[in-house]
């Protein structure tokens, strides 16, 4: 089981870390992804750390403000976000069993954890 965790009320150009973590097997045997959904809008691809190689890949949207990383040790992943920005709200979930390239990310996951609200106030 997957869960996120971290989310919350911020500022813009303020900075948040998300955590996912799972229990009941092991983080480091399968490529990580985040989601983020916002309301009345599709579910956005965010950023994903392979599995294989260690190789990230970030939307653009985010790319240079956002930093993935994988804790083996605590069987958890991170999301540290920084220069946020209002058009960041939204529901971020992680997620396992996806596609993780260099350039890309499966737009779909086999495992889900619940997301955490991220709100970012102009």
């Known amino acids: 089981q997957l869960q996120a965790f971290g989310g919350g009320l911020v500022q813009a150009g303020g900075s948040l870390r998300l955590s996912c973590t799972a229990s009941g097997f092991s983080l480091d045997d399968d490529s990580i992804g985040w989601f983020r959904q916002a309301p009345g809008k599709e579910r956005e691809r965010v950023s994903c750390?392979?599995?294989?190689?260690?190789?990230?890949y970030y939307a653009d949207s985010v790319k240079g403000r956002f930093t993935i990383s994988r804790d083996n040790a605590k069987n958890t992943v991170y999301l540290q976000m920084n220069s946020l920005k209002p058009e960041d709200t939204a529901v971020y979930y992680c997620a396992t069993d996806l596609v993780c390239l260099l350039g890309t990310m499966s737009s779909v996951a086999g495992s889900w954890g619940q997301g955490t609200q991220v709100t970012v106030s102009s």
């Open positions: 750390i392979s599995v294989s190689d260690g190789r990230i």
